[in-house]
């Protein structure tokens, strides 16, 4: 089975960078980028970003480099990014909400980094980097003294843009890379199919090591509109609202578990800012839809929500579907729709062979948005890209490990993983990544990590410990774990026990943790 996407011809140089140069010339006066009450116009956001370049390509870290991005977000940090893209380089970025050690481990899987951007408050993050660490403020006086053109580096479709990071099958997280054509492919997709434009300003709500975060940050600046950005290093609901409320702000790009929130927070308070919305982008992990219902069915909602899918690996989003034509008695699990353009869905068994209409296979995905693949990655991770014959030509696409099937008026619907990963807050987390820090924990003889979910439907983590002494408290196990997982990586329970329970395999048996869960929640009164 097979899903194709319309056929959109792209430009000889399919380059993101080169769209915002494109209305730096047409509308150099236009907002490009509010952060805390600052505000910078497309042609001084250039004007600052050309002169980064030139630092950059001085340094020798021009087409092919990777430079690390450390910072919160700020005016800095979409210079760097578009600094680095003009350099003809890729960004990589570190997620200053992380903890230090959960960075270091990252650090360590990037191959020939050639430096990372930081500013005094990340700068500590990632100190035992080996690559250098700079400062844009405390460099404004050399960069003040560069030119402010374009560098003129020649930049293709097929050069990596930015590489950001996913958890692996093996638990250790993987760099996975993203071609300039499939960046543009997708952002030219978003703007045509949606008729984003220069007034399509956007709130970015996402955390920075989030893939969905890449996009959000450069469409508003490819549509020649505005990009706002939060003064804060974690999502926080109230300041978002406040710049919703205060703003005109028309598109939201966020994780399914963000986009309750603030539904959340707008029908506590009787608000009207979300409805006047012109569109929230979002997906990231199944959508409980019965969270949003009555506000989607609001009288006078006008905002298109639009429910989509993808992976890190195939730039982010792959396929787009519009919840108005849901209906929750027809179907239990609501779809992610049809492919992007230059973008092909293949529905596959294990032999890697099509399957029928309304069959579940593998969900691959071909075409435009197809990564460069892992950057100096080995093993089965890299398996993931393959090549199958299609009518007699090779065709390569990637393996996401998510089960689906096509309905019959053609939409697709994502039936869940294949593989042990679980999406938490729409972050894909690998649970050996959290059993084995939390096997290196003082205290810790073994533990075993599985999913549950709450009464909202929404994906918890609980972690199942063996305790090499006394039993560990939860609010120990939490406090231990924060300094080197990011949050969302955090267990919201953890359970002492005796021993793991093992499968006739000699497995973990994760459905008999699942089950203690349900006991668990049930003699405390909540939902597993």
Wanted: aromatic share 8%.
């Amino acid at each position: 089975m097979i899903l194709q996407g319309r056929r959109v011809v792209l430009p000889p140089e399919p380059v993101v960078h080169k769209r915002f140069e494109a209305h730096v010339q047409a509308t150099p006066d236009a907002v490009a980028v509010f952060c805390a009450g600052q505000r910078l116009t497309y042609a001084e956001l250039d004007a600052k970003a050309n002169r980064f370049a030139h630092f950059l390509t001085a340094r020798g870290h021009g087409r092919g480099a990777k430079v690390g991005v450390c910072l919160d977000y700020s005016i800095d940090m979409l210079v760097a990014i578009l600094g680095t893209l003009k350099a003809g380089a890729a960004y990589v970025p570190f997620d200053p909400a992380y903890p230090a050690a959960r960075l270091q481990l990252l650090l360590g899987q990037v191959p020939d980094l050639a430096l990372i951007v930081a500013s005094p408050a990340t700068a500590g993050l990632v100190d035992s980097a080996a690559a250098e660490v700079v400062d844009l403020q405390e460099l404004s006086d050399l960069l003040d003294g560069l030119p402010s053109i374009d560098p003129g580096v020649a930049v293709t479709g097929d050069d990596v843009c930015y590489a950001v990071f996913t958890s692996g099958s093996t638990g250790t997280p993987k760099l996975t890379a993203v071609r300039h054509e499939g960046w543009f492919n997708l952002m030219n997709w978003l703007e045509l199919e949606y008729g984003l434009h220069s007034g399509s300003n956007n709130l970015v709500v996402s955390a920075f090591g989030f893939d969905l975060s890449q996009r959000s940050l450069l469409t508003p600046l490819f549509c020649g509109a505005t990009q706002y950005l939060m003064e804060s290093r974690n999502f926080d609901p109230l300041m978002a609202y406040r710049l919703l409320t205060n703003h005109e702000i028309r598109t939201v790009h966020c994780a399914s578990s963000t986009l309750y929130l603030l539904v959340d927070w707008e029908t506590a308070r009787g608000g009207e800012v979300l409805t006047r919305l012109d569109y929230m982008l979002f997906g990231g992990e199944p959508l409980k839809f019965e969270r949003i219902a009555n506000w989607a069915r609001r009288e006078g909602n006008t905002c298109t929500l639009l429910h989509q899918y993808g992976v890190a690996e195939c730039t982010d989003v792959a396929t787009s579907y519009d919840l108005s034509q849901y209906r929750t008695g027809e179907q239990d699990i609501a779809p992610v729709g049809q492919p992007a353009y230059n973008t092909d869905i293949h529905l596959l068994d294990e032999q890697l062979r099509g399957v029928g209409r309304g069959e579940s296979g593998e969900i691959c995905i071909s075409g435009a948005g197809v990564g460069a693949g892992y950057l100096n990655g080995t093993g089965p991770e890299n398996e993931k890209f393959t090549t199958i014959e299609v009518e007699g030509v090779p065709l390569r696409l990637y393996r996401t490990g998510d089960r689906g099937h096509v309905t019959d008026a053609g939409e697709l619907v994502v039936a869940g993983r294949m593989d042990a990963q679980v999406k938490v807050r729409g972050m894909r987390i690998d649970p050996a990544d959290i059993e084995r820090a939390l096997g290196r924990l003082a205290g810790v003889r073994e533990a075993a990590v599985v999913v549950t979910y709450n009464d909202f439907g929404e994906a918890e983590l609980v972690a199942f410990i063996v305790p090499s002494g006394k039993e560990l408290t939860e609010d120990d196990l939490r406090t231990r774990l924060l300094r080197v997982l990011p949050r969302n990586m955090v267990p919201a329970r953890f359970v002492n026990v005796l021993r793991i329970p093992l499968s006739p395999h000699g497995k973990v048996d994760r459905a008999g943790l699942v089950d203690t869960c349900r006991n668990l929640y049930a003699n405390s009164g909540t939902a597993a």
